[in-house]
């Protein structure tokens, strides 16, 4: 008999893929069938002399279509799991990821195209100064292992005039809350600005947002939507993002950008045709960077568009936040106003990227960077051993749960961020397999059972929400 291999889903006329194929197929999770396989679809199981199994064949050749042997179950734990021979990606955390006959996941098998994907924005090593103004740069701080490592780089290594935003959620851990302090103290040139969301403001979005993703994570957008107009009226010339490089993969494994997205910054075509337009409406030519701020400031102010129907990479994640975000209108107004005085005015901050590797001698390795920032801006380590991800918030691991729960019950195209993150992590040798499984194993939310973390946001947006969920 022959099945459809699991993970697959048939909707309409388009079968999607819940997992990760190995290549020749990496990405290709979404295939459209003519009328013929749909109906031969829907009599599935097939006995192997079928003549529906004609039109089927383009399935069986890449395996969508198998026989009863050849299909694939799901582990209901880690200790089930099949491990990639060289990282830590596995078929329970990610499942439907599909091994290679050397044993090795996709992104293993894939590292060689995808080494040079480096940022979606443009990248910068040496930031000029600014001469008409207080800031060279700004960045978004939270007290986490990332953000304090790019604190530490641009204040004490390069030595810039630093801008350092904080947007104080109602989860930020105890760590990260005494990291802020300590810095402070330990970075005298650095301004900190930190900003709240007026909390019945905030429980409405969270509301939202837990109803649609089931959880209320929605980082760095409201940052973006708090600080953009104090960049703008501050005069900041340049915003940095700092991600570590298994954050920057992700975006590509998890569908969401295209490898043109990593490179296409760097035509000059595309530059020439933008200015272009630019000129002809009478405002300043765009530098680099500020095309890529003003279009990731707009799409906040945007939940829906037209053009999402007809686009292949999708962010959900985004798109749920900004839908979440409608819930308080008067929270987008004064976005809304800067990112019209910015785009007529010219006066844009850059949105730039600086790669972790390049600037660490190839390797960003957190267990030596850890002992640097403890030393050198009073970083606090998670009271919770064995975290070496997303060191700054308390419903991490809820995050995590939902967006795994999510996907493995084929409810969410999305592989859980996590679970690529420390993939590629180990792949890079920034920590070893074996920590990253007593991670997993002690640290992260990657369970069939919910996570106790999850009741903190719910009794959050209780509190401050009338319609409690």
């Known amino acids: 008999m022959y099945y459809l291999q699991s993970r697959w889903k048939l909707k309409g006329s388009t079968l999607i893929y819940y997992g990760m194929r190995?290549?020749?197929?990496?990405?290709?999770?979404?295939?459209?069938?003519?009328?013929?396989?749909?109906?031969?679809?829907?009599?599935?199981?097939?006995?192997?002399?079928?003549?529906?199994?004609?039109?089927?064949?383009?399935?069986?050749?890449q395996g969508i279509i198998v026989e009863e042997k050849d299909l694939r179950s799901?582990?209901?734990?880690?200790?089930?799991?099949?491990?990639?021979?060289?990282?830590?990606a596995n078929d329970f955390m990610i499942p439907g990821i599909e091994f290679d006959e050397k044993g090795l996941c996709p992104m293993c098998a894939s590292s060689e195209r995808t080494k040079h994907l480096k940022s979606v924005l443009p990248l910068m090593e040496e930031i000029p100064v600014n001469p008409k103004?207080?800031?060279?740069?700004?960045?978004?701080?939270?007290?986490?292992?990332?953000s304090t490592f790019l604190l530490y780089y641009l204040a004490k290594i390069k030595k810039m005039r630093v801008l350092a935003l904080t947007w104080e959620i109602p989860y930020m851990s105890d760590s990260a809350r005494a990291s802020i302090q300590n810095a402070k103290i330990m970075l005298p040139?650095?301004?900190?600005?930190?900003?709240?969301?007026?909390?019945?403001?905030l429980a409405a979005i969270y509301h939202k947002l837990y109803q649609i993703s089931e959880n209320t994570c929605c980082c760095p957008s409201l940052a973006y939507i708090l600080f953009y107009?104090?960049?703008?009226?501050?005069?900041?010339?340049?915003?940095?993002a700092g991600n570590e490089p298994a954050q920057i993969k992700n975006l590509f494994y998890n569908n969401m950008a295209p490898p043109i997205a990593y490179k296409y910054h760097q035509s000059k075509t595309l530059k020439f045709l933008l200015n272009v337009m630019r000129i002809m409406t009478l405002r300043k030519p765009f530098k680099p960077g500020q095309f890529e701020t003003l279009t990731t400031m707009k799409q906040l102010t945007r939940p829906k568009t037209f053009l999402r129907k007809f686009v292949k990479y999708r962010n959900e994640l985004l798109e749920n936040v900004c839908l979440a975000i409608q819930e308080v209108p008067d929270l987008l107004k004064p976005l809304k106003r800067a990112i019209r005085?910015?785009?007529?005015?010219?006066?844009i901050p850059a949105f730039i990227h600086i790669d972790f590797n390049d600037i660490n001698n190839g390797v960003y390795d957190w267990r030596e960077i850890k002992d640097t920032l403890i030393k050198e801006v009073g970083w606090v380590a998670p009271s919770v051993a064995n975290k070496g991800l997303h060191t700054s918030c308390q419903i991490e691991k809820c995050k995590e749960y939902s967006q795994f729960k999510r996907f493995y019950e084929m409810k969410s195209t999305m592989i859980p961020f996590s679970a690529i993150e420390l993939a590629l992590a180990t792949q890079?040798?920034?920590l070893s397999k074996e920590e990253a499984i007593q991670e997993i194993k002690e640290a992260m939310g990657f369970?069939?059972?919910?996570?106790?973390?999850?009741?903190?946001?719910?009794?959050?947006?209780?509190?401050?929400?009338?319609?409690?969920?």
């Open 22 to 61: 190995k290549e020749p197929y990496l990405l290709q999770n979404q295939i459209k069938v003519n009328k013929k396989q749909v109906k031969a679809l829907a009599k599935l199981p097939l006995e192997p002399n079928s003549l529906d199994l004609t039109s089927l064949q383009p399935l069986i050749n």
């Open 428 to 430: 890079s040798k920034a």
């Open 229 to 240: 107009p104090e960049l703008v009226n501050t005069r900041v010339p340049y915003f940095v």
């Open 133 to 146: 103004g207080r800031f060279d740069v700004a960045l978004f701080y939270t007290g986490g292992k990332d």
């Open 74 to 88: 799901i582990p209901k734990s880690l200790d089930e799991a099949i491990f990639c021979h060289n990282c830590s």
């Open 189 to 201: 040139t650095v301004e900190f600005i930190t900003r709240q969301v007026a909390h019945q403001d």
């Open 447 to 469: 369970s069939l059972q919910e996570v106790p973390e999850c009741a903190i946001m719910r009794d959050y947006i209780n509190r401050y929400k009338k319609s409690s969920i």
């Open 341 to 347: 005085y910015s785009s007529r005015t010219g006066n």
